[in-house]
């Protein structure tokens, strides 16, 4: 029997408070402590093949493994199980090989035994994967994947309490692979060590792991919890200089504040006043509009130091505290001359008065730029606040007439744009579309190349529909396109032929919509646009699909088109990663951190690799390749979408095998099944799945939803109910064949409570049946007049992108 438990590692906060009491186990035991930092193997190459997922025929259910069977076959079942998430029955068949003895081949219960290790750990079952890699290290002391056996039988290990025993494994490992992962490893050592009360020890290791490389935003992580741990231990001087190392890497501003913060707040603490001072200073003067600034500019203030009450205003003002912003510019005007203030401070006052309610003060701040400052830069700016003062304090005539004497007296002004803008805007929203009509034609006019000129002429589309003048709406529409591209002029041509079809004018319409299918190939509205143009139903399944292709003949046209497109040199067998990638130690880090099942580490390597690697078509190609035969598919995703935005093509306008890296159909013999069993077309669930995770089993928001279909945890809680879920836990949704089956039970019951209508069974998908049942009695059901009722923009983005995205699933697998 198997006991699932859970495997916990030690927080900082965790760390910090067993270092403060200094707390202890009892007895003494002897183990190995790794403090140097070996030397990186130059071109390894791992010996470990990894699985690639492989869809089978058809969507029939695996059969139950039993001791009869050959042991080959037994070995591509536990494969299936471990991949569909099926850890239990992959155990358990593992061991079936196993318990056959030397009768099986040695290489087959070598991969038996460490895979059961694995798939043990993956599930939490401790002790079986201790039991598993002890009888692989015991057994096959000359297998390649001796070292990573040591690594997993140490996670296990950690997981059980057996700090002694994980530390000597992980001791283990980088003794016979340094140089590759040390950090990581490093990192678990201390928190071997911290559970038996070496702390002196166990800071050595966390500093040697942050040391050591690993990808940026993780090691940056790393060194701040070195840090804390350090000033715990009562290190001052060790924790600034891990601030400082994190400083001298992270670029983004609100991040560098917050570590300066952290670093004078230590110095504070350990009686370093004069330092902490100077810390603070630096977080106020060169991070003025951070959350860290205010905080920073408050101990100052607390401990008498001068500073630039200007910049305290600033910093008050981003952290919302207003009155405090108001007598800091309030105190920075009365100490400067006029010549000296910068006009911007006039403006954060006038916006902070308006804040608390103050809006005849919020008018005189900003008409004082108008009056001292009329060359300034933020004077325009100045003028539009006055005008969204009276628009905030309700009087929306004033506001209208404010904005409207901006663009009749300054029309010269970058800001005479979007006056016009705002006063058509508030005219069209207060019932008065004729007028916003007029406000809207005479912004494209006068500003024909400005941002707000198109937007106007989409308002001005919807004011000449409120009116019912189809004509000059589809006119404006189409000069909207003319004035945006990609997904805008996509949106506003759709628009624009459904307009043309509506009046009857087919050329017309034909037109529009063939250049909306153009201007974004991937988006919903080129989609929406061709199935206009050919009488297509949304969301009709194909006759026919199709899973299994041609992979060599494929792969041969897409690297014939690879070199044609883009210029490339090179000949033979493109897909193999070059030597300058499979020798990049992100690769080699991270290939080595997926084998032994530390997937989130080894994910957080491959992003860097691929973002590297964004520009080289060549190089994302074999990353695509490389991360699909190695099961990060989420990865591999990224990668193939970085070829095909290389190539400025539309996606069904690459290669199929390229295309179907980005369109992807993992898991599509579980797809199929739980499709089949609940009514669901397995491309509108392959669609769902896409967008909901990215193919990623692990993936989690923070509303709770996990796994590939990304259910809530109440909607979780009903499925399981329905199905009989034995024992249901909200993380067994990470097992890929629980998120998909989950998915598609919900799924098909929104499409049995819409009649089979996808627009509303998506939406009530995403923003829950009772809301959809509202829309769809509002619009009758008809796809295009659904999505217009829908009154949370998320879940129209949320169908359009789903049917975008089933649409390019249907050319790629359907017959």
């Not at 106020?284 to 100052?300: F, G, H, I, K, R």
């Not at 954060?348 to 009329?374: C, K």
């Not at 009276?390 to 404010?402: E, K, M, V």
């Amino acid at each position: 029997m198997m006991t699932r438990m859970r495997f916990l590692l030690f927080p900082a906060a965790l760390i910090a408070l067993a270092l403060t009491f200094g707390c202890s186990p009892e007895g003494v035991v002897t183990y190995v402590i790794v403090t140097g930092n070996p030397p990186t193997p130059i071109g390894f190459e791992s010996t470990l093949t990894a699985q690639a997922f492989v869809p089978t025929p058809t969507p029939t259910d695996t059969p139950i493994p039993t001791l009869g069977q050959p042991p080959e076959d037994l070995l591509l079942q536990a494969t299936r199980f471990r991949i569909n998430g099926y850890f239990e029955d992959a155990v358990e068949t593992y061991q079936l090989i196993l318990v056959q003895g030397a009768s099986v081949p040695s290489p087959l219960r070598a991969e038996a035994a460490f895979n059961l290790g694995v798939s043990a750990l993956r599930e939490g079952f401790f002790t079986d994967a201790a039991d598993a890699m002890s009888l692989f290290i015991a057994q096959f002391p000359d297998d390649a994947r001796l070292a990573q056996a040591f690594f997993l039988r140490g996670d296990a290990f950690m997981g059980l309490g057996r700090w002694i025993e994980a530390i000597n494994d992980f001791s283990a490992y980088l003794e016979r692979r340094p140089g590759l992962i040390d950090s990581y490893v490093y990192e678990r050592i201390g928190d071997g060590l911290v559970a038996i009360g070496q702390f002196d020890a166990a800071i050595n290791n966390y500093v040697n792991a942050a040391n050591a490389s690993r990808s940026l935003a993780s090691q940056l992580a790393l060194r701040e919890r070195v840090a804390q741990v350090e000033i715990s231990a009562g290190r001052t001087v060790d924790a600034i200089a891990q601030y400082d190392a994190i400083l001298a890497s992270a670029q983004n501003a609100p991040y560098r504040a917050s570590i300066e913060l952290a670093a004078a707040q230590t110095l504070l603490n350990a009686g370093d006043v004069e330092n902490a001072m100077l810390r603070f200073l630096r977080v106020l003067n060169d991070y003025s509009d951070t959350a860290a600034a205010y905080t920073a500019s408050t101990t100052l203030i607390e401990r008498g130091i001068d500073i630039n009450y200007y910049l305290r205003g600033r910093a008050a003002f981003m952290y919302g505290d207003y009155p405090a912003a108001i007598e800091a510019f309030n105190t920075h005007s009365i100490q400067t001359a006029t010549v000296s203030i910068n006009p911007e401070m006039y403006l954060l006052l006038g916006r902070a008065y308006r804040e608390i309610g103050s809006t005849s003060a919020a008018l005189t701040a900003f008409q004082t730029i108008l009056d001292q400052f009329p060359s300034s830069p933020v004077f325009g700016e100045a003028l539009l606040e006055q005008g969204r003062t009276r628009f905030l304090s309700g009087d929306i005539p004033a506001a209208i007439q404010f904005y409207m004497s901006i663009a009749d007296t300054y029309d010269y002004l970058p800001e005479a744009a979007e006056a016009l803008w705002r006063a058509g805007y508030l005219y069209s929203t207060n019932n008065d579309p004729a007028q916003a009509r007029i406000i809207f034609e005479r912004l494209a006019d006068r500003y024909p190349d400005t941002e707000q000129a198109a937007s106007g002429l989409l308002l001005a589309a919807s004011a000449a529909l409120a009116v019912s003048d189809v004509r000059a709406a589809e006119r404006f529409y189409l000069e909207a396109a003319n004035k945006t591209s990609g997904e805008d002029a996509a949106s506003a041509l759709l628009s624009a032929g459904q307009l043309a079809l509506q009046r009857g004018d087919s050329a017309a319409a034909s037109d529009a919509l063939q250049r909306a299918a153009q201007a974004a190939p991937d988006s919903y509205f080129a989609a929406r646009a061709r199935d206009i143009i050919t009488g297509g139903v949304p969301f009709a399944p194909p006759p026919t699909y199709r899973f299994e292709f041609d992979e060599a003949a494929d792969r041969a046209t897409a690297e014939a088109w690879l070199v044609s497109t883009f210029g490339l040199t090179v000949t033979g067998d493109l897909s193999a990663l070059s030597p300058e990638l499979a020798a990049d130690p992100r690769i080699i880090r991270g290939q080595e951190l997926w084998t032994v099942g530390a997937y989130e580490e080894a994910r957080a390597e491959f992003s860097d690799l691929i973002d590297a690697n964004a520009a080289d078509p060549l190089a994302s190609y074999q990353l695509a390749i490389y991360f699909r035969d190695l099961a990060a598919f989420q990865n591999s995703v990224f990668a193939a979408a970085n070829v095909i935005r290389a190539a400025n093509v539309g996606t069904l306008d690459a290669p199929f095998y390229i295309a179907r890296m980005r369109y992807p159909a993992y898991y599509s013999d579980l797809v199929r099944m739980s499709g089949q069993r609940h009514g669901v077309d397995p491309l509108l669930l392959l669609s769902l799945i896409r967008h909901e995770s990215l193919f990623d089993t692990y993936a989690t928001a923070a509303a709770g939803e996990k796994g590939l279909t990304q259910v809530i945890p109440s909607t979780g809680e009903y499925i399981a109910e329905q199905l009989q879920f034995p024992d249901y836990q909200h993380a067994d949704l990470f097992r890929p064949y629980a998120g998909i089956e989950f998915g598609a039970y919900y799924l098909g019951e929104q499409l049995r409570t819409f009649n089979g209508n996808a627009t509303a069974a998506l939406a009530g998908y995403n923003a829950g049946p009772g809301r959809a049942i509202s829309w769809l009695e509002i619009s009758g059901g008809e796809h295009d007049v659904f999505l217009t009722t829908i009154t949370i923009s998320s879940t129209r983005t949320y169908v359009q992108r789903i049917y975008g995205f089933y649409n390019i699933y249907r050319a790629l697998y359907g017959g």
